[in-house]
């Protein structure tokens, strides 16, 4: 009978001990504490969420709303909250990061689950942005960790909303990271790119960076490079003198190596080609007017229009003078009249020669050409002395 009333005695404690963990008190809970509970009830205002054996929590309603206030929950559904406090009797909770323990607790909770937490980017400070989270707390984003793109105007973050990763978090610091997100949602186009994009489409775009080498094209959530050479059929020493950043283009997809994930682009195949009716234009023997581009030991380049260089071989520079280097005589930017000797197309090769020596050349050609010529049909040959004395007499009426 003892052992029997000491077992009873136990299990009346251990019962007590499980009525008293499951029904505490919900003011027991910590501010910040966090649950993950379905919805049992939704009314006008508030959401009822099942907290276990501490029984019913309220959630405002407006929380369960998209921006357009639509509804975007339902019963049954399992929301994550955090405990704010008890107010007459009832446990209030939250779905988003507020002031106080409970917003040190729910960042803690979003730092150790790699959650992304909302913050608005306030100033520009040395090395990143300062930016508020959970109700006015401050943090701070390094530039290298924000996902910009390159040339971007730092000044056109301030003030915008945007979701953030916690990378580090101690007592006095709260440092963000968004740059695993841009890539992400980069990745993800890419992915839909590859479906979509083949080398030669013509795509439309905007210029989204200016450099030395060419420029940066966002065609669709991806950048691609447009480089220098292909930006016009002519030559293009500054890359500014044709683009500017936030200009919309169209261009050509010369190559796409997803692997590297490298898109090369081409402005100038958008165009028409020059040199596809450059024996029309520049018909050989005719006159034209350019301008000098370059000069190297073995010519001068000439530009007879956008695109279309011909060359002057060092040759025929000096005429009857031996000329060493094209700027013995030329300079670039020099304006200079040219006669075409031949045309290439399909090297894109133009032979020029200076006019004033081609028009001399051809006046001492012609001039050979006189002397070489035979007498007239007219002209007689002389024949011998005596057929010239009796043309004489001929002429005097006595024969």
């Not at 008293?20 to 919900?26: L, S």
């Not at 909770?93 to 729910?106: D, E, H, L, N, V």
């Not at 100033?123 to 290298?144: L, T």
């Not at 700027?327 to 090769?349: A, C, S």
């Amino acid at each position: 009978m003892n052992d029997a009333h000491q077992h009873d005695e136990e299990n009346t404690e251990d019962f007590a001990k499980m009525f008293e963990q499951t029904y505490k008190e919900p003011s027991r809970m910590e501010p910040g504490q966090k649950v993950e509970a379905p919805i049992v009830k939704l009314t006008a205002e508030w959401a009822l969420i099942e907290v276990g054996g501490k029984g019913e929590g309220y959630l405002d309603i407006n929380e369960l709303k998209d921006a357009e206030g639509n509804l975007i929950a339902k019963e049954g559904d399992i929301v994550r909250a955090w405990f704010l406090h008890t107010e007459e009797g009832e446990m209030r909770f939250t779905t988003r990061i507020g002031t106080g323990p409970a917003a040190i607790a729910q960042l803690q909770d979003a730092f150790r689950g790699h959650t992304p937490v909302a913050g608005a980017v306030a100033r520009e400070m040395k090395g990143g942005f300062e930016v508020n989270i959970g109700g006015g707390m401050r943090a701070f984003c390094p530039f290298s960790q924000m996902g910009m793109r390159r040339d971007e105007n730092k000044a056109d973050y301030i003030g915008r909303d945007f979701a953030f990763f916690i990378i580090e978090m101690d007592r006095r610091n709260i440092v963000l990271s968004r740059r695993e997100m841009v890539e992400k949602e980069r990745q993800e186009k890419i992915a839909a790119l590859k479906e979509s994009l083949h080398e030669g489409d013509r795509v439309k775009g905007v210029v989204t960076s200016i450099q030395k080498f060419g420029a940066f094209v966002d065609i669709g959530g991806v950048e691609g490079l447009l480089p220098v050479s292909e930006l016009a059929w002519s030559r293009t020493e500054k890359v500014g003198d044709i683009l500017s950043s936030g200009q919309a283009v169209e261009v050509i997809i010369k190559r796409l190596d997803w692997e590297n994930q490298r898109i090369s682009l081409s402005l100038k195949d958008t165009l028409a080609n020059p040199w596809d009716s450059a024996d029309q234009n520049w018909i050989v023997g005719s006159y034209h007017t350019g301008t000098v581009s370059r000069l190297a030991p073995f010519g001068a380049f000439v530009t007879l229009a956008a695109g279309v260089d011909g060359l002057i071989h060092v040759s025929r520079l000096g005429g009857e003078k031996r000329i060493n280097h094209p700027e013995e005589v030329l300079k670039v930017g020099q304006p200079v009249e040219v006669r075409v000797e031949n045309v290439d197309p399909v090297n894109k090769r133009i032979s020029l020669v200076p006019a004033d020596i081609s028009r001399q050349e051809d006046e001492n050609s012609a001039t050979m050409d006189r002397y070489r010529q035979p007498a007239t049909p007219d002209a007689q040959p002389l024949g011998s002395m005596g057929e010239m004395l009796k043309q004489q007499l001929e002429k005097k009426g006595k024969i």
